[in-house]
């Protein structure tokens, strides 16, 4: 997935094997199907056939696509997954800005608004649009690789897929499973948290960036500019699934500092936030400890769980 991934399960080494197995073919399968950089992916297919036809997608493809638009919609167009046609500009070759001349005809291209999707195609309108479905499909996965675990009777786990995490259950009868959040300046963990049964993202733009003419520039882009945001230097979020957990910490910082950090307190799920200068601001949950911040217990509902609600349940392959 690009990234490093981990699976830790508490339980026997036969059963854990088993499932660590399974699991791996289901991460895999995932990636096979939702990649980008595939040309055989649903993804490529639906960008190949971009103003020619639509594609035939499934149920799993269609739920994905759906709550895609939701974020769209709740981000007020911001979390858009046709934006992903911004990487013809911000490729790691670029040595300079670009000009509005260069963007121009990018930037027509993004709107997830014109994506024609029926329970069983979809249709990219425009000849040169793209879907880049990487901003929810590693979160999804995590939280399908936690349902198979439950479904195979695993009660105790961490699923981390490049840092999108859903803890099952507890790490034992006393306490959850402790993950660190990092800091985004560097020199490991900017604060602690318990989890149980809960899904953990962090979004920032501290590990992924370009350097150009001695400054650097996030790769989280506002679709609207084409540019980079100049935003919070990192959102975590806490959530019932990972996938909200990782959509609301992108779009928290899509809108910029101030109105980033409204718009978490207004979405309700526990957060914490670390700005460019290395502050961190808390919220719904996260208290101050003796280690930096700690948070204990399960996640609280969020607007994204309840409208997903009827189309986005966790599907995993047999």
């Not at 709107?111 to 425009?126: G, H, M, S, Y």
């Not at 995490?165 to 020199?187: L, M, Y």
Request: proline share 3%.
């Amino acid at each position: 997935m690009g990234s490093p991934c981990s699976i830790k399960i508490a339980g026997s080494y036969q059963h854990a094997k088993s499932v660590s197995d399974a699991c791996i073919s289901e991460a895999r399968r995932f990636e096979s199907v939702y990649s980008r950089y595939t040309n055989d992916s649903i993804v490529a297919q639906i960008n190949t056939a971009a103003g020619l036809k639509p594609v035939r997608i499934d149920a799993e493809c269609r739920a994905i696509l759906n709550y895609a638009g939701v974020c769209f919609n709740l981000s007020g167009g911001l979390f858009d997954v046709t934006a992903g046609v911004l990487r013809r500009i911000w490729s790691r070759a670029r040595t300079r800005k670009p000009t509005e001349e260069e963007l121009a005809p990018i930037l027509s291209l993004i709107d997830f608004n014109q994506v024609e999707i029926t329970d069983d195609t979809v249709f990219l309108p425009r000849s040169g649009m793209e879907l880049d479905l990487g901003g929810v499909v590693k979160e999804y996965a995590a939280d399908a690789l936690a349902q198979l675990m439950k479904n195979h009777g695993v009660d105790s786990a961490v699923i981390n897929l490049g840092g999108d995490i859903f803890c099952v259950g507890a790490r034992n009868a006393e306490e959850g499973w402790q993950i660190g959040i990092v800091d985004p300046k560097g020199g490991g963990a900017a604060a602690a948290v318990q989890l149980v049964n809960s899904g953990l993202a962090t979004s920032g733009g501290y590990e992924r960036f370009l350097e150009i003419e001695g400054l650097q520039y996030s790769h989280i882009l506002d679709p609207r500019t084409g540019f980079p945001v100049n935003s919070l230097a990192s959102v975590s979020v806490i959530a019932e699934q990972t996938v909200v957990a990782g959509s609301a910490a992108t779009i928290a910082l899509l809108k910029g500092e101030e109105e980033g950090l409204k718009w978490l307190e207004d979405f309700g799920c526990p957060y914490l936030a670390i700005d460019q200068g290395g502050q961190m601001v808390s919220g719904v949950g996260f208290n101050s400890g003796a280690r930096g911040l700690e948070y204990e217990g399960e996640p609280m509902k969020g607007p994204l769980n309840e409208q997903r609600t009827g189309f986005f349940d966790v599907k995993v392959s047999q």
